[in-house]
């Protein structure tokens, strides 16, 4: 069957738009155009079936169409329902890669969309949040069939594997694409800091200088956030519970305060620990009426919606991706995209230069994962530092930037014990 008639999306009519947006997008990502070249020699994924599950807006679109440049069958579906983009979808499916997606259907529609990706009987899989590791060591164990390995997107995804490795039921070899430098240090920090404040601030259409902005958690992703509110004027808060990071934040230049303190006097919130529940009950008994409250972790349990719908008189959308929560002695809370990813439920996601390199490690990681599968067993690997410093290296070329090399003596000098 082909791409077309195989495939489940919204409209094909809205292909034209969704080109343009690839377009746009690949014209930004050069490390990820070189290694589509690189593939579309060496043909890395001939005859082979590969499946992802990714946020999917224009920079996933085109990793899909890298990988398919390397000899590859691709189907992709998306990682939330609401960060799907239906023009990108139908763009993809005109160029021959089977799409299960569709912006924001129904749970039950979500699940069956992912399980149909893999259906398809993939070789190997890009994963994003552990999606497709959950069916696989779930439900569809069949489904494990032909699958070699894959490579793995986020902290939250890496964290369910290192859990299923732990108690010894994983069953493929995959890459913690997020544990690389090029990952962690760029993506999640300025990526995650910038596009999370574009989400906010395009959905509210208000101030961030002058208000008191809570980041919750202080990780790769939480410094990020804190540095962009900073840079854009608000006072910035941390909250933490681990006491290196408090005290990082601290010595960053932050207020550091439990949540019951922050709850108080916060006027935008953003949550980006991994963590469930982290804003619940006992602070929305004491949250500042009129709190802003969001989301930039991988799922939408940060905030606890049960507890602020309990607490509530109801509820109404006030503006497209915000709801605005009526407490029962008349506050109101307003919670956006429903609190999942505000920047891509709410926004476009991360810069497409920053998913250029995210994106060019998760292609050579898959790879990576076909070229010795046979080796890695039933394990979560590291990304090579070969790769990740390859990476580096594009980017510092593509930038047209030079570094210095150690010269004979030094290498001796480094290496020597005296
Ligand atoms: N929005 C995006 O585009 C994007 C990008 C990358 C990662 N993520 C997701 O963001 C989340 C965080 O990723 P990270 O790389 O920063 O992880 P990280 O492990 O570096 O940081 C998480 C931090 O949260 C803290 N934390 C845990 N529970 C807490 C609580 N109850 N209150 C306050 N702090 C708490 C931890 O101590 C830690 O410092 C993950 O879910 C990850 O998948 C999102």
């Given at each position: 069957?082909?791409?077309?008639?195989?495939?489940?999306v919204a409209d094909m009519s809205l292909a034209p738009a969704g080109h343009l947006k690839i377009d746009w997008a690949s014209a930004h990502m050069p490390v990820l155009n070189r290694i589509r070249k690189q593939f579309e020699q060496e043909q890395p994924f001939k005859g082979l079936k590969v499946s992802i599950c990714l946020h999917l807006e224009a920079k996933t679109a085109y990793l899909a169409k890298v990988v398919q440049a390397g000899g590859a069958e691709v189907t992709i579906t998306g990682s939330n329902p609401l960060s799907t983009q239906d023009d990108v979808c139908a763009a993809l499916v005109e160029d021959g890669i089977t799409v299960f997606a569709k912006y924001n259907p129904d749970p039950e529609e979500f699940k069956s969309l992912i399980v149909r990706a893999l259906e398809s009987k993939p070789d190997l899989i890009i994963d994003d949040g552990s999606d497709f590791a959950t069916i696989l060591h779930g439900e569809r164990p069949d489904l494990l069939v032909n699958i070699r390995g894959g490579a793995e997107e986020t902290t939250t995804g890496i964290t369910r594997l290192k859990a299923l490795e732990k108690e010894g039921t994983l069953k493929l070899p995959m890459v913690a694409v997020n544990d690389a430098y090029c990952k962690y240090l760029f993506d999640n920090r300025y990526g995650t800091g910038q596009s999370a404040f574009d989400g906010i601030m395009r959905t509210t259409n208000l101030m961030i200088a002058g208000k008191n902005?809570?980041?919750?958690?202080?990780?790769?992703?939480?410094?990020g956030l804190a540095m962009r509110a900073k840079g854009l004027g608000a006072n910035v808060i941390v909250t933490e519970v681990d006491a290196i990071k408090a005290v990082e934040a601290h010595m960053d230049g932050f207020t550091v305060l439990p949540m019951i303190e922050a709850a108080k006097i916060g006027e935008i919130f953003v949550t980006v620990t991994g963590n469930k529940d982290v804003i619940r009950g006992e602070h929305y008994d004491v949250i500042r009426d009129g709190a802003i409250l969001c989301n930039a972790g991988h799922f939408d349990v940060e905030v606890n919606k049960p507890e602020l719908a309990e607490r509530s008189t109801g509820k109404r959308t006030?503006?497209?991706?915000?709801?605005?929560?009526?407490?029962?002695?008349?506050?109101?809370?307003?919670?956006?995209?429903?609190?999942?990813?505000?920047?891509?439920?709410?926004?476009?996601?991360?810069?497409?230069?920053?998913?250029?390199?995210?994106?060019?490690?998760?292609?050579?990681?898959?790879k990576y994962v076909n070229d010795n599968?046979?080796?890695?067993?039933?394990?979560?690997?590291?990304v090579p530092y070969e790769l990740d410093e390859q990476v580096a290296r594009y980017k510092l070329e593509s930038l047209g930037i030079g570094i210095d090399t150690l010269t004979e003596a030094q290498k001796k000098y480094q290496d020597s014990w005296s």
């Open positions: 069957m082909s791409a077309r008639e195989n495939s489940i902005v809570v980041i919750v958690g202080y990780g790769w992703c939480g410094k006030v503006r497209h991706n915000i709801e605005e929560y009526q407490l029962k002695d008349g506050r109101k809370v307003y919670l956006l995209a429903e609190g999942r990813l505000v920047n891509l439920a709410a926004g476009d996601g991360h810069p497409a230069e920053i998913m250029d390199t995210t994106f060019a490690l998760q292609a050579l990681s898959l599968y046979q080796s890695m067993g039933a394990k979560v690997a590291n």
